[in-house]
């Protein structure tokens, strides 16, 4: 391989200089050209003036050349050789940037033997090679080779530099009053003066998540502090999903403000169930507790495990997961197959929805205690802070969701009752084109099938610790955080900025579900049509669709059957941006005593493809109060009032449609309501009774907000 890259490089040029460079460099490490392939690297890296703040362009060949050249220069081993220089050269690095460095150095050794042996497979029976292909099958040869030998050595070696840069406590035990014992893992800057900390409080006990969480704090010169629920890692006490975490949260920070590391200020951060331990710590006004950055913030008994009253599925095999044991059930929680054919077993079956555990054959005892509490009622109530202390909450907060994250809706109750009750409230939200995991792992090129656009994809967890300097440390705010309410516009590549959600719109256009002649002429008018009655049959004792899954994209090429009667509105005759929340009333009469019911909105632009934009879920007994069911009268004129819904941040293109679906749940992933006025959960086929038979009628109307 040596003498292909000597004979290549006699051969190879490029115009452009930077693409030049960066082949060299690689014919030169096969070469064993190494002191040559340094100055390369140097070059290219001049050349292309990279960010100082970010890693030194290709420094894992950089380290590996100058090892190889110091094992051929004092006869050292290259294991030797090479951890000499990673020291010298990695340890440089301030910290923000060996955190970021060290990816380059990881890498799947499997992936990179398959791609050389795709190289050699292609040249197999050749005697000559083109340049290019020569070319290919030497960076294939020199990346496999490079990493198989330097892989090995370097976790060693950054466990080396992380104990050089960092104090490390991996065995702290913080008791509560009660005398549970809450574990918590510290990372903080080596030899710092007294410093404000951040803390996540999670009940996902992985130590691989925690030490990255951690270790990231203290790199942007944070103590990082994670702890785990009682009864997590290595708590002995049992285990309870947010039911102590509040309490647990407050105890901690408490500790954290008493050590001589801490300068008496604790920030808070995290996603999904780390989220919602923010908010349950702060109904305990713990008083070092001075900022939290909250994401995908689950709000329980409003999103999760049930969102308008409705029960989720998917929530039943997270307390397997997350509460069976000390750390995490992966392999159960995994199992797909055994969740989509539980789904489908009860749904065919008939049988109650509390008989879940039973169809799975595995007790859920956290499961079966949440369905005693099918209302907003004292249990739900006790986790997070309700009406007027979020007066007293007078903290900075900042709360990312997205467009598309199931836990928007949480986010938002948090958001709205801080403002509803505190006007002033330091409440900044931001919300673009991401899912519940995007906030939490980075944006991909695709969510969901969706693209989203250059504007959208920025680093939201390094936007976090630049807004906990600019609250802690005095830095400036992060730009894209320019008011209160900040949002990505889809099909925009923009970003725009408003102090209320009201005012993210500038005017609103109300759009009426109006039946049309046929099924599938309904339509979208500016006008009401109170005389005029679309009907809706459902059969629950049909049971014919338990194979029927949840589409896994936001964008489609057509509309899921389930998702009930299609309102179509007009092509538009110019681009459009839809901004805001939606609200609206469905008015009704329905032969039962009790319905659920979903909305959606889409967009479907020119070519038919159908864009998911929002969605509301409501449990018509539980519109009015979600603390207190209040049965419908069968037969009798309902009204449901739509409010406190998802936001929608879309430019629509001329052409392209408004389209709302309106229908009744009957699907396998969630509770069933068969309208008898019983408890939903103990429910059975038999209480299906008569098909129920519901009549929308034209006055039912929702209100969009636009942005001229």
Same mark, same amino acid.
């Given at each position: 391989?040596?003498?292909?890259?000597?004979?290549?490089?006699?051969?190879?040029?490029?115009?452009?200089?930077?693409?030049?460079?960066?082949? %060299?460099?690689?014919?030169?490490?096969?070469?064993?050209?190494?002191?040559?392939?340094?100055?390369?690297?140097?070059?290219?890296?001049?050349?292309?003036?990279?960010?100082?703040?970010?890693?030194?362009?290709?420094?894992?060949?950089?380290?590996?050349?100058?090892?190889?050249?110091?094992? @051929?220069?004092?006869?050292?081993?290259? !294991?030797?050789?090479?951890?000499?220089?990673?020291?010298?050269?990695?340890?440089?690095?301030?910290?923000?940037?060996?955190?970021?460095?060290?990816?380059?150095?990881?890498?799947?050794?499997?992936?990179?033997?398959?791609?050389?042996?795709?190289?050699? @497979?292609?040249?197999?029976?050749?005697?000559? %090679?083109?340049?290019?292909?020569?070319?290919?099958?030497?960076?294939?040869?020199?990346?496999?080779?490079?990493?198989? !030998?330097?892989?090995?050595?370097?976790?060693?070696?950054?466990?080396?530099?992380? !104990?050089?840069?960092?104090?490390? +406590?991996?065995?702290?035990?913080?008791?509560?009053?009660?005398?549970?014992?809450?574990?918590?893992?510290?990372?903080?800057?080596?030899?710092?003066?007294?410093?404000?900390?951040?803390?996540?409080?999670?009940?996902?006990?992985?130590?691989?998540?925690?030490?990255?969480?951690?270790?990231?704090?203290?790199?942007?010169?944070?103590?990082?502090? #994670?702890?785990?629920?009682?009864?997590?890692?290595?708590? =002995?006490?049992?285990?309870?999903?947010?039911?102590?975490?509040?309490?647990?949260?407050?105890?901690?920070?408490?500790?954290?403000?008493?050590?001589?590391?801490?300068?008496?200020?604790?920030?808070?951060?995290?996603?999904?169930?780390?989220?919602?331990?923010?908010?349950?710590?702060?109904?305990?006004?713990?008083?070092?507790?001075?900022?939290?950055?909250?994401?995908?913030?689950?709000?329980?008994?409003?999103?999760?495990?049930?969102?308008?009253?409705?029960?989720?599925?998917?929530?039943?095999?997270?307390?397997?997961?997350?509460?069976?044991?000390?750390?995490?059930?992966?392999?159960?929680?995994?199992?797909?197959?055994?969740?989509?054919?539980?789904?489908?077993?009860?749904?065919?079956?008939?049988?109650?929805?509390?008989?879940?555990?039973?169809?799975?054959?595995?007790?859920?005892?956290?499961?079966?205690?949440?369905?005693?509490?099918?209302?907003?009622?004292?249990?739900?109530?006790?986790?997070?802070?309700?009406?007027?202390?979020?007066?007293?909450? +007078?903290?900075?907060?900042?709360?990312?969701?997205?467009?598309?994250?199931?836990?928007?809706?949480?986010?938002?109750?948090?958001?709205?009752?801080?403002?509803?009750?505190?006007?002033?409230?330091?409440?900044?939200?931001?919300?673009?084109?991401?899912?519940?995991?995007?906030?939490?792992?980075?944006?991909?090129?695709?969510?969901?099938?969706?693209?989203?656009?250059?504007?959208?994809?920025?680093?939201?967890?390094?936007?976090?610790? @630049?807004?906990?300097?600019?609250?802690?440390?005095?830095?400036?705010?992060?730009?894209?955080?320019?008011?209160?309410?900040?949002?990505?516009?889809?099909?925009?590549?923009?970003?725009?900025?408003?102090?209320?959600?009201?005012?993210?719109?500038?005017?609103?256009?109300?759009?009426? %579900?109006?039946?049309?002649?046929? !099924?599938?002429?309904?339509?979208?008018?500016?006008?009401?049509?109170?005389?005029?009655?679309?009907?809706?049959?459902?059969?629950?004792?049909?049971?014919?669709?338990?194979?029927?899954?949840?589409?896994?994209?936001? #964008?489609?090429?057509?509309?899921? =059957?389930?998702?009930?009667?299609?309102? #179509?509105?007009?092509?538009?005759?110019?681009?459009?941006?839809?901004?805001?929340?939606?609200?609206?009333?469905?008015?009704?009469?329905?032969?039962?005593?009790?319905?659920?019911?979903?909305?959606?909105?889409?967009?479907?632009?020119?070519?038919?493809?159908?864009?998911?934009?929002?969605?509301?879920?409501?449990?018509?007994?539980?519109?009015?109060?979600?603390?207190?069911?209040?049965?419908?009268?069968?037969?009798?004129?309902?009204?449901?009032?739509?409010?406190?819904?998802?936001?929608?941040?879309?430019?629509?293109?001329?052409?392209?449609?408004?389209?709302?679906?309106?229908? #009744?749940?009957?699907?396998?992933?969630?509770?069933?309501?068969?309208?008898?006025?019983?408890?939903?959960?103990?429910?059975?086929? @038999?209480?299906?009774?008569?098909?129920?038979?519901?009549?929308?009628?034209?006055?039912?109307?929702?209100?969009?907000?636009?942005?001229?």
């Amino acid at each position: 391989m040596s003498i292909l890259a000597r004979e290549t490089m006699a051969g190879y040029r490029d115009e452009d200089r930077q693409r030049y460079l960066g082949t %060299l460099f690689r014919l030169q490490l096969a070469a064993g050209q190494y002191t040559e392939a340094v100055k390369s690297i140097e070059d290219l890296r001049a050349l292309r003036k990279d960010d100082p703040s970010q890693p030194p362009l290709y420094l894992q060949y950089e380290i590996y050349a100058r090892a190889k050249t110091l094992q @051929a220069t004092r006869g050292l081993p290259f !294991a030797q050789a090479w951890s000499a220089v990673f020291a010298e050269r990695f340890g440089a690095l301030e910290d923000k940037v060996a955190l970021q460095a060290e990816f380059g150095f990881g890498g799947y050794l499997p992936r990179m033997r398959g791609d050389l042996d795709a190289a050699l @497979a292609r040249t197999s029976g050749k005697k000559r %090679l083109p340049l290019a292909e020569a070319v290919d099958l030497i960076r294939a040869w020199q990346v496999h080779a490079a990493y198989c !030998a330097f892989q090995a050595l370097f976790d060693p070696a950054l466990a080396a530099d992380d !104990a050089r840069r960092y104090a490390i +406590d991996r065995d702290t035990l913080v008791r509560t009053p009660e005398g549970a014992s809450i574990a918590v893992l510290i990372v903080r800057p080596a030899k710092a003066p007294p410093l404000p900390a951040l803390l996540t409080f999670t009940i996902y006990a992985n130590d691989d998540w925690a030490w990255s969480d951690a270790k990231k704090a203290a790199a942007y010169g944070y103590p990082g502090v #994670v702890a785990y629920s009682r009864g997590k890692g290595r708590s =002995p006490d049992a285990i309870v999903p947010y039911e102590h975490d509040g309490a647990d949260a407050a105890v901690v920070i408490d500790w954290i403000s008493r050590q001589p590391w801490n300068d008496g200020r604790v920030g808070m951060y995290g996603g999904s169930y780390s989220g919602y331990t923010q908010w349950a710590a702060l109904k305990h006004k713990p008083k070092a507790l001075k900022a939290i950055a909250t994401s995908a913030t689950l709000a329980p008994g409003i999103d999760a495990p049930m969102e308008g009253g409705i029960f989720f599925n998917f929530m039943y095999p997270w307390p397997l997961y997350a509460a069976s044991n000390r750390w995490l059930d992966d392999a159960r929680y995994g199992d797909n197959a055994r969740w989509a054919a539980l789904n489908r077993n009860w749904y065919a079956s008939g049988r109650a929805y509390r008989d879940l555990p039973a169809i799975d054959g595995s007790a859920n005892p956290v499961f079966a205690n949440w369905l005693k509490h099918p209302g907003y009622d004292a249990y739900w109530q006790a986790m997070i802070p309700q009406g007027d202390a979020f007066a007293g909450i +007078d903290i900075p907060v900042l709360a990312t969701t997205g467009y598309f994250d199931g836990a928007q809706a949480g986010a938002l109750h948090y958001f709205r009752e801080h403002l509803r009750h505190r006007p002033e409230a330091d409440h900044t939200l931001l919300i673009g084109p991401y899912e519940h995991f995007t906030m939490q792992t980075g944006v991909p090129p695709t969510v969901q099938g969706y693209a989203p656009e250059p504007a959208a994809r920025i680093d939201l967890q390094a936007l976090r610790l @630049a807004w906990f300097d600019h609250v802690l440390k005095g830095a400036p705010k992060p730009e894209v955080l320019a008011d209160r309410v900040n949002w990505q516009v889809m099909g925009a590549d923009a970003w725009r900025h408003a102090h209320t959600l009201e005012a993210m719109a500038t005017r609103t256009q109300r759009l009426c %579900l109006v039946p049309g002649a046929t !099924a599938d002429a309904n339509t979208l008018s500016t006008q009401p049509r109170p005389q005029a009655i679309v009907t809706q049959r459902v059969d629950f004792s049909d049971r014919g669709d338990a194979d029927w899954t949840q589409p896994a994209n936001v #964008v489609n090429t057509q509309l899921d =059957p389930h998702a009930g009667l299609v309102f #179509v509105g007009d092509a538009l005759p110019q681009d459009a941006e839809l901004a805001g929340a939606f609200k609206g009333v469905l008015d009704f009469t329905v032969n039962k005593r009790d319905v659920d019911v979903v909305l959606g909105v889409y967009e479907r632009n020119a070519k038919g493809e159908y864009l998911d934009l929002a969605w509301w879920l409501q449990r018509a007994s539980y519109n009015a109060d979600r603390r207190q069911r209040r049965l419908l009268r069968a037969n009798e004129p309902q009204r449901l009032v739509v409010e406190d819904t998802r936001l929608i941040g879309r430019k629509l293109a001329a052409g392209s449609r408004i389209v709302v679906t309106l229908g #009744v749940i009957k699907q396998p992933d969630r509770q069933l309501n068969l309208g008898s006025g019983n408890e939903p959960s103990d429910e059975v086929i @038999a209480d299906a009774g008569q098909p129920l038979e519901i009549h929308w009628r034209g006055s039912s109307c929702l209100e969009f907000g636009l942005r001229e």
